[in-house]
C-alpha cells in the first residue's frame, strides 16, 4: 500500500488524460473561487485601503531591502511555522494539516502528470510521501476537530454540530480519509474499491470546489496580511493604534506611578481572575 502509486493502477480504468484534467479543473476552481471570495468579502479593497491608510500615517520610509528581511520573517514565522499561534497543540495541529496538505496535494499532482501510467515507474519516495501526507493531515485534522475548536474545547458543545463554516475542514478530512480507505482497498484487491474512489473523488471536489463557502482563500490572503502588519511597524504607523511602552522605563514609571505595583507574577488588586485557568466548557 505504501509503496504503490494508486493512480497509476487507476489509469487501467480511467484514462490518464482524464485525470489530468480533473486536476487542472480542481486549480481553476481554486482559483475562480479565491477571486469571487475576495470579491464578496471585499477583503482585497479592506486590505488595499488599509495599506493606503497606514502609509499615510507613516512615520518613516521602509526601503527596501528592510521589505526583503520583513517578507522573510513572515515566511519564517507565520507562514512556515505558525508562530501566530500561542496555544502549542493549536499550533501542532495546524503545520501537520498545513504539511500534510502541501504534500499530499504536491505528490498526488506528481504521480497524475509524470507517473500515471504503468509503463513509467514510479519512484518510491512519491506514494510513501503521498501517504504520509494524508495521515499527516487526517491526525492534524481530526484533533482539531474533535478536541481543539473554540466551541468544543472552551463552549463544550458537541463536536458533531456542523455549519458552513466547517465545509473546508469536514471536506478536508474527507479528502484524506477516503484517500487513505481507497488506497488500502486497492492494494488489497476489495470489491469496495471503486466506491471509496468514488467518495475521495466527491469529497475532493467540494473541498476545491467550495473555496467560496469555506476558509480556503484564507490561505492565500493570510501571509499577505502578516506582511503588512510588519510593515505598519516598521514604518511607525502601526494601524493607528496607541505606541507601544517599556513597561522598564523609569521615565513611564515617572508618568504612570502605579506600572512598578502591576509587574511581576502576584500584582495587587487584579482580583482572583488573574490566578483562573484558561476556559474549558464555561
Given at each position: 500500500m505504501f509503496t504503490s502509486n494508486p493512480f497509476s493502477e487507476l489509469s487501467a480504468t480511467i484514462?490518464?488524460?482524464?485525470?489530468q484534467w480533473y486536476v487542472i479543473l480542481m486549480v481553476l476552481l481554486v482559483a475562480g473561487g479565491t477571486v469571487l471570495d475576495m470579491i464578496h468579502k471585499?477583503?482585497?479593497?479592506?486590505?488595499f485601503e488599509n495599506a493606503k491608510k497606514a502609509k499615510a500615517s507613516a512615520k518613516r520610509e521602509v526601503g527596501g531591502g528592510e521589505k526583503v528581511s520583513l517578507a522573510v520573517a513572515t515566511l519564517a514565522n507565520e507562514v512556515l511555522t505558525s508562530g501566530e499561534f500561542c496555544n502549542p497543540r493549536r499550533r501542532i495541529s495546524h503545520l501537520l494539516t498545513m504539511y500534510g496538505f502541501i504534500i499530499f496535494v504536491v505528490?498526488?499532482?506528481?504521480?497524475?502528470?509524470?507517473?500515471?501510467?504503468?509503463?513509467?515507474?514510479?519512484?518510491?519516495?512519491l506514494p510513501q510521501l503521498w501517504h504520509i501526507g494524508a495521515l499527516m493531515l487526517a491526525v492534524g485534522g481530526?484533533?482539531?476537530?474533535?478536541?481543539?475548536?473554540?466551541?468544543?474545547?472552551?463552549?463544550?458543545?458537541?463536536?458533531?454540530?456542523?455549519?458552513?463554516?466547517?465545509l473546508f475542514i469536514l471536506s478536508l478530512l474527507a479528502t484524506a480519509t477516503f484517500a487513505l480507505i481507497w488506497s488500502y482497498a486497492q492494494s488489497k484487491g476489495a470489491a469496495s474499491t471503486t466506491i471509496f474512489f468514488a467518495l475521495f473523488v466527491l469529497s475532493s471536489t467540494?473541498?476545491?470546489?467550495?473555496?467560496?463557502?469555506?476558509?480556503?482563500?484564507?490561505?492565500?490572503?493570510?501571509?499577505?496580511?502578516a506582511f503588512q502588519k510588519r510593515i505598519t511597524r516598521a514604518d511607525g504607523s502601526k494601524e493607528n493604534l496607541p505606541a507601544e511602552y517599556d513597561l522598564t522605563d523609569p521615565e513611564l514609571h515617572k508618568r504612570f506611578p502605579d506600572v512598578p505595583m502591576y509587574l511581576g507574577k502576584n500584582p495587587p488588586n487584579m482580583g482572583l481572575a488573574i490566578k483562573a485557568e484558561r476556559p474549558n466548557h464555561y
Open positions: 484514462s490518464p488524460d482524464i485525470m471585499k477583503s482585497a479593497k479592506y486590505f505528490t498526488t499532482a506528481i504521480m497524475i502528470f509524470g507517473y500515471a501510467s504503468p509503463a513509467t515507474p514510479t519512484p518510491a519516495i481530526y484533533w482539531f476537530w474533535f478536541f481543539i475548536r473554540v466551541d468544543v474545547s472552551a463552549e463544550g458543545l458537541s463536536w458533531f454540530r456542523v455549519e458552513r463554516a466547517d467540494v473541498l476545491f470546489g467550495g473555496v467560496l463557502w469555506s476558509k480556503f482563500a484564507h490561505m492565500f490572503f493570510k501571509p499577505a496580511a
